[in-house]
């Protein structure tokens, strides 16, 4: 034995390492968390900081004493995603399994048809004409919801599992007498559940954190969705909180005495606060859902 | 003869048919006529002409791009960025991984993946107004720390210089989570054998990682990266529209192509501009995939996309 671990990396440095990484990590998530529980007068005085002077709920009672704002982006937020989502899943599922068959006989057009969308597309002026001038859907939901529906990844996502399924489970069913619609429905729904909740979880992660649609489609505040009030409110808060204010008659001065600053954050905090706390949870199914690149068209 | 063959094989798969109909009319719908709809770019549109009725102006949209003082600017921010991006990300991910993989407490592993995956989970919204704390140029903290290093505060957003490197950080932290697990899932398809082999050779820690380890990442390395390359024409909307506010000041290292496409349409109303430059992007987007495709398709068939 010429030499015996001559060498070895002690682990201590890379849990320092993955400490200061964390830090980095949570600070900016710390720092609207404080900015949002500051006083205003202090924040005016002091500036931003990550302890704050005092610990001060002014903002969160202003949003809960004139809630409907948020409430209804909220509303918005939930409608489009869980319809959204729904949606999606149940059209992307049905043609990915179609697709997955390898007896159809169609397979090899549809998936070029389908995935030849994902290399080429007529770019976001054909598209905003198509919504805005022939669908005339400015302001409606289905500006939300219609642009994010057909995602083609996780259809393609979905094909690759319903292809592990083993062929002769149609094949028994079919001599069974089952019609094709009803071995779907019975048989694979129920053995697809974990790509079906990673696809919808998938799907509803990119409703919830959709504002693009809001920014091209809705000018209307009562269909702002949570992440596109938070973008309106970065560069208009006054008018937001005048709109917010019940009855909306506010004079300068009290408009002044806002906590502007505070109240920001404060949404901001609630919009990521159920993100926050339930995706962490279905962290594995992203982990899974990542390997879509892998996919083959 | 033919004929009634084709019947038959309609009759036979109709039902599987019926079932891909709603994503195949979506996309039709949404897709398909948008992309005839790109013709719009050769012409001067009129809203009340719509698109088929406008007039014909042959390549003037095209002329006007080519010749605009902009385009350099944002060809140049968005192929930039995104190269740095690359690097960046592969680098810090694939370093982020070994290090994950030293570590065995599978707690501590558990945190430290969660704590760098949750930005993935927040939109460029909301990571604009974490940037918004630090960078408010009155309130924000950077300005504060740089005041108490006795040095003087920065209009950030006004100010392009630093955005250059403020934009890898921030793609970077938000993604960099996502990555590194990809990498690390990759190294846990390492053989444990080749370890002990080399642990019995005496070999150091460095020569195991960088005879083994990285190694073995090549083929992901390669197919992620030539893949990145294959969509280095678009930039992350969210990223360049939100971070910087959309402030016109800092536009010479902020606005990319798809900004610019953005704000030529909805700001200025500038409907020959903006789609010229989607057209012009979209062609060079399929020729590039196209392009490294068929690269990662001579490395390895297994990893290319068709």
């Given amino acids: 034995m010429v030499r015996i671990r001559s060498y070895r990396l002690s682990r201590l440095p890379i849990h320092l390492f993955f400490i200061a990484v964390s830090a980095v990590f949570i600070v900016p998530l710390w720092s609207i968390i404080a900015i949002s529980l500051s006083n205003e007068l202090d924040i005016s005085n002091f500036g931003y900081h990550l302890i704050p002077k005092k610990i001060d709920f002014q903002a969160y009672h202003y949003i809960f004493d004139n809630p409907m704002t948020i409430v209804n982006a909220y509303k918005v937020t939930a409608i489009t995603s869980v319809i959204g989502t729904l949606l999606s899943v149940i059209m992307i599922s049905m043609c990915a399994y179609a697709l997955s068959r390898s007896d159809f006989k169609y397979s090899k057009i549809i998936t070029f048809y389908l995935f030849f969308t994902t290399l080429f597309s007529g770019g976001i002026v054909p598209f905003y004409i198509l919504m805005t001038k022939f669908l005339h859907l400015q302001n409606t939901y289905a500006a939300l919801i219609i642009p994010l529906l057909g995602n083609i990844w996780y259809m393609f996502l979905m094909r690759t599992f319903f292809k592990q399924l083993p062929d002769s489970l149609v094949e028994s069913a079919k001599i069974d007498g089952a019609g094709e619609l009803r071995i779907y429905i019975t048989m694979i729904v129920p053995l697809s559940t974990p790509v079906l909740a990673t696809v919808g979880l998938m799907q509803l992660l990119i409703y919830w954190n959709s504002w693009f649609n809001a920014l091209l489609f809705i000018d209307k505040q009562s269909l702002y969705p949570l992440q596109y009030l938070l973008q309106v409110m ?38 990521i606060a159920p993100m926050l706390f339930v995706f962490p949870f279905f962290q594995k199914y992203f982990a899974k859902g990542l390997t879509v690149g892998a996919v083959k068209g | ?26 996309v039709f719908i949404f897709s398909y006529v948008p992309m005839f709809g790109a013709i719009v770019a050769f012409k001067r549109y009129q809203f009340n002409k719509g698109i088929l009725g406008s007039d014909w102006v042959g390549l003037s949209n095209f002329k006007f791009l080519f010749e605009s003082p902009d385009l350099w600017r944002i060809v140049r921010n968005t192929l930039g960025y995104n190269t740095v991006f690359i690097i960046l990300n592969l680098l810090g991910s694939v370093f982020v991984a070994l290090l994950l993989y030293e570590i065995t407490s599978k707690k501590l592993l558990k945190v430290y993946q969660s704590i760098m995956f949750y930005p993935h989970f927040l939109s460029w919204v909301v990571v604009a107004y974490m940037a918004y704390a630090f960078l408010n140029p009155r309130s924000g903290m950077l300005n504060q720390w740089l005041s108490d290093l006795g040095l003087g505060a920065v209009d950030w957003y006004n100010k392009s210089g630093p ?90 290292s902020t606005d990319v192509i798809d900004t610019y496409i953005f704000r030529a349409l909805i700001d200025n109303g500038n409907i020959g501009m903006s ?32």
């Fill in chain 2, 163 to 252: 955005w250059i490197y403020i934009m890898p950080l921030a793609n970077m932290w938000k993604e960099i989570g996502v990555s590194a697990i990809i990498y690390y899932a990759g190294l846990l398809g390492v053989d444990p054998t080749y370890y002990e082999a080399a642990k019995i050779d005496g070999a150091s820690k460095w020569k195991i990682i960088t005879k083994i380890s990285v190694p073995f990442l090549y083929p992901l390395m390669t197919i992620l990266t030539i893949l990145a390359i294959g969509h280095i024409f678009s930039a992350d909307f969210g990223l360049f529209y939100q971070l910087p506010m959309n402030s016109p000041t800092i536009f010479s």
């Fill in chain 2, 275 to 306: 789609s010229a430059a989607g057209l012009t992007k979209s062609i060079l987007g399929l020729l590039l995939v196209l392009g490294t495709n068929a690269v990662v398709r001579k490395i390895n068939s297994d990893n290319s996309l068709f």
């Fill in chain 2, 1 to 26: 003869m033919q004929l009634r063959e084709l019947r038959k094989d309609f009759r036979k798969n109709k039902v599987l048919l019926a079932l891909t109909l709603p994503l195949v009319i979506y």
């Fill in chain 1, 234 to 271: 970065m560069s208009n808060i006054q008018e937001i909180l005048r709109n917010m204010t019940s009855g909306g008659q506010v004079d300068a001065t009290m408009l002044a005495n806002l906590p502007t600053e505070s109240t920001r954050m404060a949404m901001c905090i609630l919009a």
